[in-house]
């Protein structure tokens, strides 16, 4: 377990809201990732943040903001949710700290836009 | 534009057989190539990777095979057991982006 948590674990909102998605790790990994899971679609890339305050956009960042203020949070923001966004969102860190592609995976969170 | 392609959405292997799962990719810049599996409601498990300067990885039953001409990769199971039966990933990683496959069904046959 590297200490990665995300919250909250289900959402249910509706279209046009905001949310936020945390991730929370407790070991001071520089690199951190956000993913959505979609049938179909497997594990499409968001954002990433490689320290505090540099993010950078994955494949299907639309829609999506980021914020990394600390090194231990990586939030995810929906500001305006819509249908589409309704979705398996996992959150990932780094854990080797080097360019080698390991990834630890927390336990995702589910949201559902209404 | 899919930078990762894993063509068979599924896979069925009798127990005790060996499982053959395949990746491609476009990207001829990629650093390293890996292997997730995940269970459901769960988030993926890494499993095992390969550089872009080497051919082949092995890990117990695990083993990864790269052929950088023609941009391909695949993991290999032998032998095939029932707790194997899972989603498999396909990934590449180029300056710490890691971008997955849509993946491929794993069922593991009595």
């Known amino acids: 377990d590297a200490g990665i948590t995300q919250s909250p674990r289900h959402k249910v909102t509706e279209t046009g809201t905001p949310v936020t998605l945390r991730c929370h790790q407790t070991?001071?990994?520089?690199?951190m990732y956000w993913y959505r899971q979609d049938p179909g679609h497997g594990l499409r890339l968001i954002h990433y943040s490689y320290g505090v305050k540099d993010t950078d956009k994955g494949e299907v960042s639309d829609g999506y903001s980021v914020s990394r203020s600390k090194t231990e949070d990586f939030l995810l923001t929906l500001e305006s949710a819509t249908s589409s966004q309704t979705s398996v969102y996992f959150c990932?860190?780094?854990?080797?700290?080097?360019?080698?592609?390991?990834?630890?995976f927390g336990e995702g969170s589910r949201l559902t836009v209404l | 534009d899919q930078q990762v392609k894993q063509n068979s959405p599924s896979l069925s292997v009798q127990e005790g057989r060996i499982s053959i799962l395949n990746c491609d990719y476009t990207?001829?810049?990629?650093?390293?190539f890996l292997w997730y599996k995940k269970y459901p409601a769960e988030g993926p498990t890494f499993l095992i990777s390969i550089s872009s300067i080497k051919d082949k990885n092995e890990d117990g039953r695990f083993t990864v095979f790269l052929n950088k001409s023609a941009k391909h990769l695949s993991l290999h199971i032998v032998p095939s057991q029932p707790g194997d039966s899972a989603v498999y990933f396909c990934?590449?990683?180029?300056?710490?982006?890691?971008?997955f496959g849509k993946g491929t069904r794993l069922h593991i046959l009595p």
């Open positions: 070991e001071n990994h520089r690199y």
């Open positions: 990207n001829s810049m990629f650093d390293y």
């Open positions: 990934a590449a990683d180029r300056d710490d982006k890691i971008i």
């Open positions: 990932a860190i780094s854990v080797t700290g080097t360019n080698t592609g390991e990834l630890f």
